[in-house]
């Protein structure tokens, strides 16, 4: 429990903190904004956030004094954390109610940073069995959920492996789907199974950039203009990544 309000430097500090995590999480402009507000109140303080794709600019005033902090933080790049997103959340109104200090927050910090993903086999078996839904949804066999089954994870394997060796992450979709798509693309070359084009089709299914383009939604319809065009673009090159590696493996096979 916090009885006097802590430093400005501090509160600033932590606040630009929280706002990089959540953006590189996969947060909504607005979402960082009203969390970042919500714990600078509880402290006394107000904020103003510059928010942009790549850092994050942060003013926090005292509303009792004259005191005053401003800071810029470069974001890491994003990713999508929902764990990290809700815990937040959630953590910024136990600030509010419980009148956290700032060293409980950090401790909260430090755990929800510490938590580790889902084991590696785990995710590329699960999203392998969400191609294969929506390859059985688009009318394909079972030959054909099996082979998005092996293209799926193949591709994801390929994506993840790319991605620890740092190459820009629009050559990592561009590797996932040239992986996914010529290994369904087999069943369209010989003319296997009983709807083909579906396991070609549905194979690449999960590099589609959802958060960003929803994101992109969110930012235009609360006003943030810049971010929205910017994680739209983002959402667009990926799936120009996506096609450009559909194509190649298109005029592999010579369809």
């Known amino acids: 429990m916090s009885d ?7 509160v600033g500090a932590l606040l630009l903190e929280i706002g990089g995590l959540l953006m590189s999480s996969g947060a909504s402009s607005e979402r960082i904004r009203i969390t970042t507000n919500r714990i ?5 303080y107000s904020c103003d956030l510059l928010i ?4 994050l600019m942060i003013s926090v005033n005292s509303n009792n004094s004259n005191e005053f902090f401003s800071s810029l933080k470069r974001t890491s790049p994003h990713g999508v954390n929902f764990t990290v997103v809700s815990g937040i959340s959630k953590m910024s109104w ?3 109610e419980e009148n956290w200090s700032i060293e409980l927050i950090k401790e909260e910090m430090a755990r929800l940073k510490s938590i580790s993903a889902y ?7 699960l999203v392998g069995l969400a191609g294969s839904a929506f390859c059985f949804l688009f009318g394909g066999a079972g030959l054909e959920m099996a082979v998005t089954f092996t293209a799926t994870v193949a591709g994801l394997y390929v994506r993840q492996e790319s991605h620890k060796l740092k190459f820009n992450p629009y050559l990592n979709v561009f590797f996932g789907s040239v992986t996914a798509s010529m290994i ?3 069943l369209s070359k010989f003319d ?3 709807n083909p084009e579906t396991a070609f089709a549905t194979s690449v299914l999960f590099l589609i950039p959802g958060v960003p383009l929803i994101n992109s939604f969110t930012d235009l319809m609360d ?10 673009f983002n959402g667009l090159m990926i799936a120009l990544a996506i096609a450009l590696g559909m194509l190649v493996s298109l005029m592999i096979y010579q369809m």
């Open 40 to 44: 600078a109140e509880a402290f006394g």
């Open 52 to 55: 942009t794709h790549r850092a």
């Open 94 to 96: 136990k600030i509010v």
């Open 4 to 10: 006097s309000i802590p430093d400005v430097k501090k």
């Open 223 to 232: 006003g943030n203009i810049m971010n929205g065009v910017i994680r739209g």
């Open 119 to 125: 084991p590696r086999w785990l995710t590329l078996v």
């Open 192 to 194: 296997w199974g009983t």
């Open 184 to 186: 369904s693309g087999l």
